[in-house]
Every structure is written in C-alpha cells, then in structure tokens.
C-alpha cells in the first residue's frame, strides 16, 4: 500500500500521468450522453485523480464527489472540477473523509485494480455501501498483468461483486493489458 501511494504521489510531483488523458472515456460519455443516458443524479469519481470527469459529469447536470489519495491531484481537481466536492481520502474508508450516499452513479477509471488485493472486499463493502439501489458502477480494470502495471482479473470482480452488483455488461477495450469496462447494478441491499 505504501509503495503504491508513494509512486502515485511521485507520478503527480513530477507530472508522469499516463492514465490522465484529460478526456473523458466513451464509455462514461455514453452513460451521460447516449441514447440510454442515466438521468443525473448523484455521481462520485473513485480515484478521480485530476478531476477530469468531475468536470465532464458536472458540465452535464451531474451533482459529483470526486475522492483520491494523492493531494496534488486533488489540489488539481478543485481547479479542472470547482463545482464538485472533491476530498483527499482512501476510497476503501470513505466514511472517514464524510462520504456516504446514496449515489446514482460511482465511476472508477483504474482504481479498484491499483488496490492491494487484500483490500478489496474493503472497497466493494464501501462501493456497496454509498451505492443506491439500481444504481450503476462503472468500472474499468487492466485484465492481464504486466510489468508494474496492476490488474484485475474479470473472474475476480465478478466474485468480488457478486453478492451487492449484478453485472449487466463487460466490454473490450483496447487490448493493451485486456482493458476491460465493468457495468454493474447495485442490487437491494439485504433487509
């Protein structure tokens, strides 16, 4: 957990962002914008880094939270995101930064497979926890591993999800690493 902090804090110091593209994914402007647009509501961005996708979720009528651990992408996201809140925080432990739901849509563009792996039922706890019932999640992983670069296995997140989500579509994209996006639905939380 540390040496993943530390290197996304060095990324941020020295400006080496290749996951930051400045443009938001056609996969979210789908959602937001597509023939079958989810209505806006509430959005939180799960390791929303510079704010990227505040911004683009706010300029359409989203109310958005946007969390990550790394202050000087949160410093940069309350400029690109004035709108939002955005907080610096652990998104396994979101009650400890004040975020609680429930939220219409969560986002998470390559957070969920930087985690550690024995802290991620943590996240899905969390995830489940602030996600309003039928509500989506949508969730982009790295499929394969390579050197440094950290994944998740679809076999996995549909073990890890099971239980809150349901999963209603998994898609391709580029094959670099088998990116894959993850479209889940909350399910009712147990009475």
């Known amino acids: 957990m540390a040496a993943r902090r530390?290197?996304?804090?060095?990324?941020?110091?020295?400006?080496?962002?290749?996951?930051?593209?400045?443009?938001?994914?056609?996969?979210?402007?789908?959602?937001?914008?597509?023939?079958?647009?989810?209505?806006?509501?509430?959005?939180i961005?799960?390791?929303?880094?510079?704010?990227?996708?505040?911004?683009?979720?706010l300029a359409h009528g989203w109310d958005v939270t946007g969390v990550d651990y790394v202050p000087r992408a949160i410093r940069a996201a309350k400029r690109k995101a004035p709108g939002a809140k955005v907080l610096?925080?652990?998104?396994?432990?979101l009650a400890d930064v004040g975020v609680d739901g429930p939220f219409d849509l969560l986002l998470d563009i390559g957070c969920f497979h930087s985690i550690a792996e024995e802290r991620r039922d943590e996240y899905v706890s969390e995830a489940a926890r602030i996600a309003r019932t039928g509500g989506?999640?949508?969730?982009?992983?790295?499929?394969?591993?390579g050197q440094a670069t950290p994944f998740a296995h679809e076999t996995e997140i549909r073990e890890r999800?099971?239980?809150?989500?349901d999963m209603v579509?998994?898609?391709?994209g580029a094959r670099f690493r088998r990116q894959t996006w993850y479209r889940m639905v909350r399910k009712s939380a147990p009475a």
Request: aromatic share 14%; proline share 8%; hydrophobic share 40%.
């Open 136 to 145: 989506t999640l949508l969730l982009f992983a790295f499929g394969e591993k």
């Open 169 to 172: 579509e998994v898609r391709a």
């Open 45 to 57: 961005d799960l390791g929303c880094g510079t704010g990227t996708n505040c911004g683009y979720m």
């Open 161 to 165: 999800f099971r239980e809150a989500f």
């Open 6 to 43: 530390l290197f996304f804090q060095l990324a941020y110091l020295v400006g080496f962002k290749p996951w930051d593209s400045g443009v938001s994914p056609p996969e979210l402007v789908e959602l937001v914008e597509g023939p079958d647009a989810l209505p806006p509501g509430r959005a």
């Open 88 to 93: 610096t925080g652990d998104v396994t432990r």
